[in-house]
């Protein structure tokens, strides 16, 4: 499905370094939640170099492989990617095993131990119809429909099958054309942590793939992304509004999503653009009761998907470096937090280089120490202030 | 239950009822708008209470929507309109869509065509129907968007559970098609928890209660729109509006159960209130009843133990007193918040509770009520009659009504009505306490009874007090420390403001004779009730009889000035009496006289300007600036101040901004015109702001004469000055003033004939201008003919016999024309009417008339050889320090002097003159020497030797050659 990529704006550096790793290997995106990931892939569907077809699919709502593979395959029919059903090898494939069924009676039980076998075949017919072209199968929410295989439905297994089967499939059909994108706001370690922690899992399903993290955007992205925001608004601008327009960025990180909200913010309460209502909007957002920043998920997002034994300690971590206005050493971290708990200095090592991975810190390193800061200020601003 | 349908109600009028919630539908709408124009989907969730107007609010915002031209073009509407009930899946969720589409769609055809879309997918095998329900909705939907409109939606998710929401959300995401607006009565966990689907998926908008003012709005709109036509007039009456009031009150701003008693009221309009409130009581219970039915236990132990108590319970203490663990009762607490029952208010680590619509209490209470009737019955005073009345009812019966039997106590029954009031007034006890203790202090009958009118007139005004708290004239009389005269004067205003003339007399009256005014101040009781008397728009002739009655009193000298001219300016039209005040009284006269609808000057303004302390009043000029901080005057007086003070930026800054909040105001205009010329010296700008204050008031001729004061003195622009001149005495014909001004003009331009004219017209007009005379006087006299001007300076003094000008220029033409004991006795009265000290401060400073006055009786005392004149006039020389030209002058004297006293001590006439000589500049001998010169020449008596007379001659010629 082609979407409408008017309103998607900047993301052009990443989106053609994604394609240029894409000619050879498959990638795993992840990035905090409101980081515009969504948006990208969906940007990457539209705007493509001629030797790609991309497809894009999320499966956040699919509660078993086998409803995963048949909203992709009515997903990929409806894309018009697929043969007709009497050319193609699924379909060949799907005769000889279920007579007398109908392809979309793969909903039904007796389907269940088949979806990877279906899996392959529709894989093999999507290289038939597209030869010579790079099919990109973008999976939005990945990581998340995992997680609800594992924790909602029992699917542990089946989890584990869906992962191995995507890796040998990449294996296999990978130089011949076909390469995924699986993209998530929970990291995929946190599934794989929940797989290898409890499931005694020992597989690497996602070694072959390149890991990429969606950042916040360039300056000039964000810049573009304001304007674009301000013009399709109503807001009235002056000659003063381009120093302004900057520093709005600077003051939100140059994340999009709070960029987006803080021009909508004006736009509603009919002011302009200028530094006092950049600040008060900020505060705002920061400051006020309720959710309109919709921070609380970089902390519910921590107690949902972390471990008991470290959510407590990710949690003083954080509140202490809320507090901090320089870079702290892993030695002074580690010095806090033992005044608070025993802990072991892998365990904080751990800690760290998950809140790392998890993009909620960032990491100097200066005559070979590791020191850490908070990665974005914004959010610093409001876990100082809500929770440190 | 319903009365208020916002189902069926015609657009319009939901329109209409949309009090308080106005902003929110607009800003939804417009978001909708951009969203659709822009193709960006938009995600909105409203949260508000039972009856809070949520459906009132979706119906309107499906009316705005399905009428406008850009949004169906654009998408297909889906409005679920409290049909939440039942969906369980995302398939029975299109299904609701679908219905929706049939029941709005106004089109026969579709509604048809939908109805046998349903039929197939009944026929479906359950796995094929979702796929196949999308499949129609996308195809239906084509290029638009889906626009759905969902109640409740907290129970839709429910009911979908979480598989079924991510499905939802996987559809939404994947086809970029659904725009949701939905309600919820509360936050619920499918939106709140990280791992639900739904997790910050909306913008969430809060639905608060309606405030008072909203509520009246409401009810007032209700009466304009659905009657009766009496109720709109009855809203205005103080009865309506404590009814209004305890409406508010009692629905906790709830839209449904305002609707709910404003139906009630319908029926009976002069109800109490008691009636609407039990018959909504009684239709209510078994609403309130079957929800807590469906409470597990525990729960309506809470609710139960929160509607006994009145105010809101810690969390620990209801732990406690229902018998529960903290942590089980937090637990309930938060079902109760989601069920929207209870309220929370955070107090330090613990919550403090209470139940969110007090009906709900009302309704417990009536069935578990343990305080007997009077208590039951005093509760609901309070809330039915507004605290106002109940005050009101208390003060009447304990002080006004005729109640003392001849033994001196109350009467049984009244008493016992008084005690009900007494312990209505409950926790507003406290309130009426002092103002009790203040009442009762007042001996005089009179005074009491205007005190208690008056508390009970301003007690509808305000709730607790009839003052805001800290200016509260009881809470300042109490307070030993401060001063009671304003206090007196609050109350004062206060009476006359609800027109009880006669008692604000009484108590100015009874105040004087209690002796207990001190004096002193610029802004005197007699003045406030002056002014209040002006403010009240009182017919002139009563004002005149107070006036008169006020005249009596033994009050101050300066209030009567005042209070007399304004009598004879005002009421009984003598336009000259103004000019019996000075500038700054007559400014103040100006300020008094404003009426309220012209002039909104804070009272307390005059107060302040009468403050000496220039720190004090900085402060209470930021009090008052906080007070008012948008009433121009205030900040245009403030800025005044700030420029005296030399602040020039902040004066510029607040003299801006009064101009800003009333740019047709001239004073603000002059003012700061005055500003920018003397302390910015922007002299073209400040011109522009005086010909706006002509501009802004061309009758006023005050503003007239700043511009050619200006054109005069500033731009010594002359022609300009006469041109504008002759354009006043065509615009003015009847002042004096400006003939006068005029002809001062005309004289130092040396148009003696002219100048004339001009005066001798500002004489017809006013003859008793002294002024006039004076200047007639000089003129007489530059056209030497001495006999008329002395007779002009002399009517002049007559006129003014403080004039000092006209006895200076009266003692030189007589010291002219040779009568020294004459211009002698005219100089001693200037001395006379001026202190020893202002007299030396006038030397040091050059003021030419004092100099030339003491040099005058110097010379006379020498030429008549009167030593004690001379040592008079000498010792205001004493310690002072000259400027060297009046010590020059006074050099010649003293050579003078000593030519008489000591002729040892004069040198050659050669060397003195050159002496002179050489500290001589130019405009450094002073006019008294020319008089001198020729008297000397023409003296004949014997008075000076004649060697010394040729020795002073000379000296004169001399020095005259330089």
């Given at each position: 499905m082609?979407?409408?990529?008017t309103?998607?704006i900047g ?13 050879t ?7 905090h939640?409101?980081m ?14 001629n030797?790609f077809v ?11 492989p086998e409803?995963f593979?048949?909203d ?40 269940r131990s088949?979806?990877?076998?279906a ?10 119809t ?9 999976i ?18 089946e ?6 089967t ?8 990978g130089d ?12 995929i ?6 797989l290898?922690?409890?499931h005694?899992?020992?597989g ?15 300056p ?18 002056d ?31 009919q002011?302009v ?14 400051s ?7 921070f609380n998920?970089f902390s ?8 008991e034994?470290i ?7 954080l509140?202490?470096?809320s507090?901090?206005?320089?870079l702290k050493s892993e ?12 802990v072991?200095i ?9 809140l790392?991975?998890?993009l909620?810190?960032?990491r100097?390193?200066k ?20 929770l440190? | 239950?319903?009365i208020?349908?916002s ?13 308080g ?7 939804l709408?417009?978001?909708?708008n ?12 409203l ?10 609010v979706m ?12 949004i ?10 409290e049909?939440?009930?039942?969906i ?19 089109n ?19 796995y ?30 429910s ?13 939404i995401q ?12 509360v ?20 639905l608060d209660r ?20 009496e ?6 009456t103080?009865?309506?509006i404590?009814?209004?009031k ?9 839209h449904?159960?305002i609707?709910l008693?404003?139906?009630?009221l319908?029926?009976?309009i002069?109800?109490?209130m ?7 009581l ?10 807590i ?6 729960q309506?132990?809470?609710i ?6 009145h105010?809101?319970?810690l969390?620990?203490?209801v732990?406690?007193?229902c018998?529960?663990?903290p ?33 709900l209490?009302f ?5 578990d009520n ?5 208590g039951?019955?005093?509760r609901?005073?309070?809330?039915l ?21 001849p ?6 029954n009244?008493?016992?009505e ?12 406290n ?5 009790e203790?203040?009442i ?6 009179s005074?009491?009874?205007a ?11 305000y ?11 009881c809470?300042?009389l ?6 009671k005269?304003k206090?007196w004067?609050l109350?004062i ?16 009256n ?9 004096k002193?101040?610029?802004?005197t009781i ?8 002006i ?5 002139k002739e ?5 006036i008169?009655r006020?005249?009596?009193l ?7 000035k ?21 500038k700054?009284?007559?400014a ?7 009426t ?9 303004m ?6 000496p ?6 402060r209470l000029y930021k ?6 901080p948008?009433?121009?005057?205030v900040l ?11 602040d ?9 901004k ?8 001239a004073?603000?205009t ?6 920018l010329l003397?302390y910015k010296?922007?002299?073209k ?5 005086f ?15 700043r511009?050619v004061d200006?054109?005069e ?8 000055t006469e041109k ?7 615009l ?28 001798n ?7 008793e ?19 008329d001007?002395i ?16 006895y200076?220029?009266?003692?030189i033409t ?8 004459e211009?002698?006795?005219?100089l ?18 050059n ?12 010379i006379i ?9 001379i ?5 205001y020389?004493?310690k002072?320090?000259?400027?060297p030209?009046?010590?020059w ?6 050579i003078m002097k ?16 050159r002496?002179l ?11 008294s ?6 008297y000397?020449?023409t003296d ?13 001659i000379q ?8």
């Amino acid at each position: 499905m082609r979407f409408d990529s008017t309103n998607i704006i900047g993301r052009d550096k990443e989106i053609s370094n994604f394609f240029s790793i894409l000619k050879t290997h498959s990638i795993v995106l992840s990035s905090h939640r409101r980081m515009g990931k969504t948006m990208l892939l969906k940007k990457m569907t539209s705007e493509y170099p001629n030797e790609f077809v991309p497809f894009f699919i999320i499966v956040e709502g699919k509660s078993s492989p086998e409803e995963f593979f048949h909203d992709l395959y009515r997903q990929l029919q409806e894309d018009k990617l697929l043969p007709d059903n009497k050319n193609s090898r699924i379909f060949d494939w799907y005769e000889k095993t279920f007579a007398g069924m109908e392809i979309k009676d793969m909903k039904l039980p007796s389907f269940r131990s088949h979806w990877k076998d279906a899996l392959r075949k529709t894989v093999e017919d999507l290289l038939e119809t597209n030869k010579g072209k790079n099919i990109i199968i973008m999976i939005d929410e990945f990581p998340m429909m995992l997680y609800k295989f594992i924790k909602d439905n029992d699917l542990a297994k089946e989890a584990i099958e869906m992962l191995d089967t995507l890796r040998e499939i990449r294996q296999v059909y990978g130089d011949k054309g076909i390469k995924f994108i699986f993209c998530g706001s929970i990291g995929i370690n946190i599934v794989l942590d929940l797989l290898r922690k409890n499931h005694h899992y020992a597989g690497e399903p996602i070694n072959d793939m390149n890991l990429e993290i969606l950042d916040a955007m360039t300056p000039m992205d964000a810049e573009m992304l304001a304007n674009h925001l301000i013009k399709t608004s109503n807001i009235k601008i002056d000659s003063s509004s381009v120093m302004n327009i900057d520093e709005l960025c600077k003051e939100v990180d140059f994340l999009p999503f709070y960029i987006d909200l803080i021009i909508k913010e004006i736009d509603i309460n009919q002011e302009v653009v200028s530094k006092e209502n950049i600040a008060k909007e900020v505060e705002k957002l920061i400051s006020s009761p309720g959710n309109q920043g919709q921070f609380n998920h970089f902390s519910d997002r921590i107690n949902t998907y972390y471990e008991e034994d470290i959510k407590l300690k990710a949690k003083q971590i954080l509140n202490w470096l809320s507090r901090q206005d320089v870079l702290k050493s892993e030695e002074e971290i580690r010095n806090y937090l033992a005044s608070k708990n025993t802990v072991q200095i892998e365990d904080v090592n751990l800690i760290l280089k998950k809140l790392f991975d998890d993009l909620y810190i960032k990491r100097e390193i200066k005559d070979g120490i590791r020191f850490y800061e908070f990665k974005y200020r914004l959010l610093k601003r409001w876990w100082s202030i809500n929770l440190g | 239950m319903l009365i208020f349908n916002s189902k069926s109600e015609n657009p319009e009028h939901l329109e209409e009822m949309l009090i308080g919630r106005k902003g929110i539908v607009d800003s939804l709408e417009k978001s909708v708008n951009q969203g659709l124009i822009n193709n960006q989907n938009v995600q909105h969730l409203l949260i508000g209470t039972r009856g809070s107007g949520k459906t009132h609010v979706m119906h309107v915002l499906f009316n705005r929507f399905s009428s406008s031209k850009i949004i169906t073009e654009k998408a297909k509407i889906g409005y679920m309109i409290e049909e939440e009930i039942g969906i369980d899946s995302l398939f029975s969720l299109i299904i609701r869509i679908f219905e929706a589409f049939i029941r709005w769609s106004t089109n026969k055809e579709e509604k048809i065509e939908w109805r046998n879309k349903i039929e197939i997918l009944k026929d479906l095998k359950p796995y094929e129907r979702e796929d196949k329900a999308k499949e129609f909705l996308l195809s239906y939907l084509k290029e638009k968007k889906l626009l759905l409109l969902i109640e409740n939606i907290n129970e839709v998710f429910s009911g979908m559970k979480k598989p079924g929401q991510a499905r939802l959300r996987d559809f939404i995401q994947q086809y970029e098609k659904v725009n949701i607006i939905a309600t919820s009565q509360v936050l619920f966990s499918d939106i709140q928890n990280e791992d639900k689907p739904f997790h910050n998926f909306f913008k969430i908008t809060h639905l608060d209660r309606l405030s008072e003012e909203e509520t009246k709005l409401l009810l007032q709109t209700f009466a304009r729109t659905e009657g009766p036509p009496e109720l709109e007039s009855h809203f205005l009456t103080s009865q309506g509006i404590s009814q209004m009031k305890s409406i508010y009150f009692l629905s906790g701003g709830n839209h449904r159960l305002i609707a709910l008693f404003y139906e009630f009221l319908k029926i009976d309009i002069k109800s109490d209130m008691a009636d609407p409130f039990l018959k909504t009581l009684d239709k209510l219970k078994p609403y309130y009843e079957s929800f807590i039915r469906y409470l597990p236990p525990q729960q309506q132990k809470i609710i139960h133990f929160l509607a006994l108590k009145h105010k809101p319970q810690l969390g620990s203490v209801v732990a406690k007193e229902c018998f529960l663990t903290p942590g089980g009762t937090s637990k309930q607490m938060n079902e109760l918040q989601n069920k929207g029952f209870v309220e929370s208010h955070k107090m330090g680590r613990d919550n403090k509770y209470e139940l969110a619509e007090p009906m709900l209490r009302f309704c417990i209470e009536l069935t578990d009520n343990r305080d007997g009737i009077i208590g039951m019955l005093a509760r609901f005073i309070t809330i039915l009659y507004s605290d106002t009345e109940i005050i009101n009812k208390y003060l009447k019966l304990k002080y006004l009504s005729p109640i003392n039997c001849p033994d001196g106590n109350l009467k049984k029954n009244q008493y016992e009505e008084i005690l009900i009031y007494e312990k209505a007034g409950g926790e507003n006890k406290n309130n009426i306490q002092h103002l009790e203790t203040l009442i009762q202090s007042i001996e005089n009958e009179s005074a009491r009874g205007a005190l208690v009118k008056i508390t009970m007139m301003s007690r509808d005004k305000y709730l607790n007090c009839p003052y805001v708290s800290e200016s509260c004239p009881c809470n300042l009389l109490m307070n030993k420390e401060e001063n009671k005269e304003k206090v007196w004067k609050l109350f004062i205003s206060e009476l006359l403001k609800y027109s009880l003339f006669e008692e604000a007399f009484s108590l100015v009256n009874q105040l004087y004779k209690d002796h207990s005014i001190e004096k002193g101040e610029n802004i005197t009781i007699p003045i406030i009730f002056l002014r209040g008397l002006i403010m009240s728009g009182l017919d002139k002739e009563l004002i005149e009889n107070y006036i008169l009655r006020l005249l009596v009193l033994p009050i101050d000298e300066f209030s009567t000035k005042l209070i007399s001219v304004f009598l004879e300016y005002d009421i009984r039209n003598d336009k000259n009496a103004i000019y019996d005040l000075s500038k700054e009284e007559r400014a103040l006269l100006e300020h008094i006289r404003r009426t309220s609808i012209s002039y909104h000057f804070p009272p307390e303004m005059l107060d302040l300007r009468s403050e000496p302390n220039g720190n004090k009043k900085e402060r209470l000029y930021k009090h008052l600036i906080k007070k008012y901080p948008s009433d121009p005057y205030v900040l245009n007086d403030y800025a005044n101040f700030l420029s005296r003070k030399e602040d020039e930026k902040e004066a510029e800054k607040y003299y801006l901004k009064a101009i800003e909040l009333n740019p047709k105001e001239a004073e603000f205009t002059d003012d700061y015109g005055l500003f920018l010329l003397y302390y910015k010296k922007r002299i073209k700008l400040a011109k522009k702001f005086f010909l706006k204050s002509i501009d802004l008031e061309p009758k006023s001729l005050s503003y007239w004469f700043r511009y050619v004061d200006f054109l005069e003195d500033e731009e010594g622009n002359i022609k300009e000055t006469e041109k504008v001149y002759k354009k006043m005495t065509k615009l003015f014909p009847n002042s004096s003033k400006v003939f006068l001004h005029y002809g001062i003009q005309q004289f130092c331009q040396g148009d003696y004939v002219n100048a004339l004219e001009s005066i001798n017209k500002a004489i017809i007009i006013n003859p008793e201008n002294d002024c006039a005379y004076y200047y007639r006087g000089k003129i007489f006299s530059s056209l030497g003919n001495s006999e008329d001007s002395i007779k002009n300076f002399s009517h002049s003094i007559e006129l003014d016999a403080d004039n000092i000008p006209a006895y200076f220029d009266r003692s030189i033409t007589f010291f002219e024309q040779n009568k020294l004991k004459e211009s002698k006795d005219d100089l001693l009265k200037i001395i006379s009417l001026l202190t020893i000290k202002s007299i030396k401060d006038a030397l040091q400073n050059n003021n030419e008339i004092i100099c030339v006055t003491i040099f005058n009786l110097l010379i006379i005392g020498i030429v008549t050889k009167n030593l004690t004149l001379i040592n008079k006039a000498e010792k205001y020389f004493n310690k002072v320090k000259l400027s060297p030209e009046v010590e020059w002058n006074y050099r010649i004297i003293s050579i003078m002097k000593d030519t008489i006293i000591d002729k040892s001590k004069i040198p050659s006439l050669k060397t003195l003159v050159r002496s002179l000589k050489k500290d001589y500049n130019p405009n450094k001998l002073m006019t008294s020497f020319d008089p001198l010169s020729k008297y000397l020449k023409t003296d004949t008596s014997n008075t000076i030797q004649q060697l010394n007379r040729d020795f002073l001659i000379q000296l004169l010629n001399e020095i005259a050659k330089f």
